[in-house]
């Protein structure tokens, strides 16, 4: 399965779109891109995935760029309680889940 | 809520204790999980069953004794452990098979103090 590089910590201001980059250079045709946020002391919490297409549902946006090397996760208005750390994974053939150390997001008030 | 329930939701224990611990889904997947969270670490997979059969052991010592009676129920046995032992234990649940195998679905976890 790609590794994924992801920025260690991050801010946003409540309200504004909090924008978290994913970098998967060695993605192949096959692997999906996933993200998950773990809010302190709880379970990891599924958000989004996708293949290559753009893809939205009620928590999140995911932008994959075309040649699929990179990723954006947006969370169109973050509030106080979208702090937690973002977790992107890309999945295989295996259908594992490898975290990785993930972004930190602190939403400031 | 998202359907799983681990219990206890903290334990402690000696080193020469026996305990289990214990996780429930709800949501009708036939794949559970059980990961480990150290201090500071990420998370580690320990071992996946699916349709009951183990089909995962990630290197975990044997005082980690998983079983898995049925497809909505999974445990965690544990005796001898150590003090690094200590650690958020997670459990998760998913469908198997194309598209949604990856959605894993986690209970709160279990804090484990081996003392």
């Known amino acids: 399965d790609a590794k994924t590089t992801q920025p260690p910590s991050m801010d946003c201001a409540e309200g504004r779109a909090a924008n978290l980059p994913c970098n998967h250079s060695?993605?192949?045709?096959?692997?999906?891109v996933y993200w998950y946020r773990q809010i302190h002391s709880q379970g990891p919490q599924y958000i989004i995935h996708?293949?290559?297409n753009n893809e939205t549902n009620e928590m999140a946006s995911l932008i994959i760029t075309e040649d699929r090397k990179s990723s954006t996760l947006i969370l169109p208005h973050a509030t106080l309680r979208d702090t937690a750390v973002y977790y992107c994974?890309?999945?295989?053939?295996?259908?594992?889940?490898?975290f990785g150390q993930g972004t930190t997001l602190q939403v400031k008030p | 809520e998202t359907g799983v329930t681990q219990t206890p939701r903290h334990l402690v224990m000696g080193m020469t204790n026996k305990k289990s611990l214990k996780c429930e889904q709800h949501?009708?997947?036939?794949?559970m999980y059980w990961y480990k969270q150290s201090a500071k670490k990420p998370l580690e997979l320990m071992f996946v069953?699916?349709?009951?059969?183990?089909?995962e052991n990630n290197s975990v010592p044997s005082r980690f004794s998983p079983e898995c009676p049925n497809s909505s129920h999974l445990f965690l046995h544990l005796h001898t452990l150590q003090p690094e032992d200590s650690a958020l234990y997670l459990c998760a649940s998913s469908h198997t098979g194309q598209g949604n195998y990856n959605e894993q679905f986690f209970g709160p976890g279990t804090r484990l103090t081996v003392l």
């Open positions: 949501l009708g997947h036939n794949a």
């Open positions: 994974i890309v999945i295989g053939n295996t259908g594992k889940l490898i």
């Open positions: 060695t993605i192949s045709g096959n692997e999906y």
């Open positions: 069953y699916n349709f009951k059969e183990q089909t």
């Open positions: 996708g293949l290559k």
